[in-house]
């Protein structure tokens, strides 16, 4: 029996017994509060614990296609959600950090920041059913795990978390900490939305449901774990983490921008995360978990021959949740880049869809959205790495810093050690903008480690944690910068399937099997090693042509580009010296090498 007198009255009214009685057995007073104040502040009509069972499962799929919220589809494991027309994408102007002023950070005075976010969430439940979701990022018994709480209005917020992250209701008991993520769909007014993160541990979202904006558990728990990460000399990071299979297994972790390849880069090998990863010095190691235990990705693009893994996923009986994609009448699904004949008519994001509608404006509208996505759960995934749960992590051997770049990056290059690593090719990274936030996609930005989004401290503070953490380790990883997009005046220099060529390569380098040409922006691949490895992996030929064009160094590119990043960092107060003293040793590797061979310097001429 419940003694009901321990519950504050705002719960008592609105938990059922069953529920209270679940409560009652975690004995966490920090829990009761938390919950009692958000109730008292959202005043939702009832509350559901999500513990996570099946039975929890099958309540909050039906919730949400009752509520509208999801629509079923032909496969009755797959359904479709859309988002607010205008709400596609993280919405930059309307997150702020509750802080002082931080560099390239939106901020607001916490104070001001919390009356603001906290007024438009009073009463936005009402006439609701709020739901409570208890996780772990990271395995449920590493001693690393951090514990969170979602609070949402939203079923499909919740479905979306019980495929994402690893329940872990009964971890909760006793006073135990854990992270705070208070959600609600409000009523949808765009120009209310607001998402608001409080380093203290609680992020507050209203009037939004695109789920990088809705999902607690996603970036936005990545703003926290990150100042954490910082505080305590770890590494919290928008990163991969993939086994790459030479003579054994190698795990690197790759961190692109959202849409540059990083979700196909981690489909090539044997998958622990495509998206996350926590990275602990652990006995002078540096060892890696993924926070998740699921998918957010992009589908734009995704087809058959390309990602035949995604696609495979995408077409079997496992649980999808698609967002933003066009529904057909028949009761599938199109996406644009598919490879499938275009519908029609259908219905999308903005309503009745046919073949040629055009907005206002007069522009096309598309059948999905550049940035729709799915959502499934990394168990589905066949080439799915056996220790994606190892409360111990996996060593990390080599980090890569990608990003799309038309003009100016090599495909793939080594660096000459970890500092020169961490900061001309992670803090220095520039990458055209994508369709996952909202703006103009393809205008080239500033984004050191793909985290720019995400950043909660000062990026001083940020690098300064960066190049300790690998002073600390016994082996640090070699670090590479990838680029999957660079072209030239006929076009792309690449094909997709490349990148399991530059993969293949870090592994050889690993095993000491393939050589390097030292350049002035650091180590890339022998002609003879990628004519070897052409033919081995892709099965194809490789020319002395497509080397020279894919890895002649454009040097003024690379001047005009460091000289920008330096710039950048200067005007940051706490940047390490450090960092400048890097980016100074390569400007003048560079201006070395302009002075003996112009604006250009082939492989040829480096051998």
Known sequence: MVNMEVFPESLRGRLSSSMLSKLNQLNNNYLVTFLSSIVELCEPDSVYLVEGTGEDLEYVKRRALENGEEIPLRNRNHTIHFDHPLDQARARE????LSGKIPFVNTKPKEEGLKEVLGILKGSMRNREMFVGFYSLGPVNSKHRILAVQVTDSAYVIHSELMLYRSAFKEFRGNVNFLRFVHSKGT?????????????????????????????????ALRLTLNMAVKEGWLSEHMAIIGIDGERTHYITASFPSGSGKTSTSMLGKLISDDL????????????????????????????????????????????????????????VYWEGSGEPEPEKGVNFAGEWWKGKKDENGKPIPASHPNARFTVRLTSFRNLDPRYEDPKGVEV?????????????????????WGHGVITMGASMESARTSAVLGKSDEMEFNPMALLDFISVSLGKYL??????????????R????????????????S?????????????????????????????????DLFRLFSQVLGKGYSRESYEAQFT????????????????????????SEVIEILDRQLLEIDKSMRKFGERVTPSQLE
Request: aromatic residues 12%; without cysteine; proline residues 4%.
């Open 94 to 97: 309307d997150t702020f950090i």
């Open 496 to 528: 997709k399937e490349d990148k399991r060529v530059w993969l293949r390569w870090i592994a050889d380098r690993l095993e000491g099997k393939a050589d390097s040409i030292r350049t002035p922006i650091g180590y890339i691949p022998t002609y003879d």
């Open 188 to 220: 949808q007014d765009i120009k209310k939305r607001r998402i608001a993160i409080d380093l203290d541990g609680t992020v507050y979202s209203v009037n939004t449901t695109y789920a990088g904006n809705s999902v607690g558990l996603k970036k936005l």
């Open 464 to 477: 300064s944690n960066y190049l300790d953490f690998g002073k600390r380790l016994s082996k640090t990883p």
């Open 553 to 576: 160094i454009r040097l003024k590119g690379y001047k005009e580009k460091f000289k920008r990043i330096k710039d950048i960092y200067l005007s940051i107060e706490d940047t390490p």
């Open 479 to 494: 670090i590479y910068s990838a680029n999957y997009f660079l072209k030239d005046e006929k076009g792309f220099l690449n």
């Open 397 to 417: 051997e080599a980090m890569i810093f990608g990003v799309k770049d038309y003009n100016t990056l090599v495909p793939i290059a080594e660096a000459f050690d």
């Open 277 to 332: 990863a926590f990275i602990r010095n652990v006995e002078g190691s540096p060892r890696a978990w993924n926070p998740e235990s699921g998918v957010f990705g992009i589908i734009h693009g995704i087809n058959s021959r390309d990602d035949p893994i995604i696609w495979e996923v995408l077409h079997q009986n496992d649980e999808v949740i698609f967002s933003n994609v066009l529904l057909k009448p028949d009761g599938t």
